[in-house]
């Protein structure tokens, strides 16, 4: 499908690189958190006194209050400026580190991760829109390439970086580094962000289905969370709770004017093919981001500081093919660039599956970097896509669309890949297991294996999807 807005940019060519240069400021500073805190998460829960099932709470409120917002603010930003709610969303991601660092209790530091997920989300849900406003279509593929390797890069580099200050630094740290960061990116801001009016100003926010898709979102993500420790009849309550909102919210929808989230939008086949595509490809991203420290360290005996040196190639090889994929994408075009970057990554997935305990580093960095390579060239065209399907005044829903498949992505590939490692890890021991199991590395590669087997097919289905994208718009073109 072409672009539906002309190839104009609403920001000089002068100042869209600073405006670029603003986002991706915050973008690294959002997605980095996601990740970074869970390196410090021993030191945090003996620091708190908090149990193990208790401390989780830090790393999942975050991204689960980021998915429950981030429609939310993408319409907010739609009816009433991208700027100004992705400002707002960097001072509240700002304030709620200022809270993180500053707390001593872990409901208190609860409660601050999810004023940095509300914050994120506000900023997360626009900065594909304000970029995409800003460069015209032949540069596009470039800026959003940039992005794409921002988003990978401070989900890659949080463990490493966590790593880093929690050994130098209190772990209190790894939140205060944020609010320098996050004024740098408001004054930045200041001078370079476009202060143009929205073309749907004339259009209302839909608060009914606000009311009823935050809390809805909250109760299923949260109630499918509590479920992987205990299936408690809260949980069970909640979950049902929070689909029945969820169902009312879809009736909702299809009744209103000015719908919060426009599903007519998901008819179109092409947007529908790609938002699945960066779902699937987060998943996977999720995946080997939790197996691949468990394999390093658990099963090959790689002390940390090592494992974090090895797992460094993911966010090299993204931080140079990410750019270049971008690129070449403004040059011939995006589709056959995600069929190759998804082909490859399901093959550097399945490759990393077979790793045993005799692979060789060379061998383990090879197969790590052809994944990342696969995942960097399909991120940036796929994202072009996505925001070039859509209208201006749906690309604050689109963007925020493509955050929440990132998250919810990552979240059910986490949640996922522990169920089917565990359950295969059981099956190997002839018991029940939930936890690496002392001297038989066997056990968890059986699991490993498992995992990444259908890891790389669940991708070829992305391929797939890709391909049968790509095919049909070459027909269509003839």
Known sequence: MGDMRSGTASAGSSNKWAILLTVLIMTFMATLDSSIVN????????????????????????????????????????LYGKVRYFEIGVVIFSIGSLMCGMSTSLPALVASRAVQGIGGASAMANN???????????????????LASFVA?????????????????????IFLINVPVGILSLVIGHFTLPR?????????????????????????????????????LAAALALVAGVLMLVFFGLHER?????????????????????????????????????TPFYLQDARGFDPGASGLIFCIIPLVNAVAGPISGAVSDRIGCNLLTVLGLGAFSVGLYLTGTLGMTATLPQILFYLGLASFGTSIFQSP????????????????AGS????????????????????????????A??????????????????????????????????????????ARRRSQR
Request: with cysteine; glycine share 12%; proline share 3%.
């Open 196 to 232: 143009s009016m929205p073309e749907c100003a004339g259009q209302s926010m839909d608060v009914k289905g606000a009311v009823l898709l935050v809390p809805g979102m909250l109760l299923t993500f949260l109630s499918v969370t509590m479920m992987q420790g205990n299936a408690s």
């Open 255 to 291: 009744r209103v004017e000015h719908p919060l989230v426009n599903l007519a939008i998901f008819s179109d086949r092409h947007f529908a093919v790609n938002v699945v595509c960066l779902f699937i490809s987060f998943v996977a991203i999720g995946v080997y981001e939790l197996m």
């Open 39 to 78: 390196v410090a998460l021993p030191v945090m829960q003996k620091a708190l006194g908090a149990g193990l099932d208790q401390i989780q709470w830090i790393s999942s409120v975050y991204l689960l209050t980021m998915c429950a917002f981030l429609l939310v603010f993408g319409r907010l930003g739609d």
């Open 430 to 471: 002839g018991r029940h297991v939930t936890a690496f199991v002392e001297g038989r590395p066997d056990i968890f590669l059986y699991g490993y294996h498992v995992v990444y087997v259908v890891t790389a097919a669940l991708v070829l289905v992305g391929f797939a999807l890709a391909m049968g994208r790509m095919i």
């Open 128 to 146: 594909m829109g304000i970029i995409t406003e800003a460069f015209p279509a032949r540069e596009r593929g470039r800026a959003l390439g940039l």
């Open 153 to 173: 890069l401070g989900m890659m580099c949080g463990p490493v970086l966590g790593g880093f200050i929690v050994s130098m630094f209190p772990w209190e740290g």
């Open 382 to 397: 796929n994202n072009s896509l996505i925001m070039g399907s859509v209208s201006t005044e749906m690309l604050g829903f």
């Open 401 to 428: 669309a493509s955050a929440l498949a990132r998250y919810l992505g990552m979240a059910v590939g986490i949640s996922g890949s522990t169920s089917i490692l565990y359950g295969q890890m059981s099956v190997a």
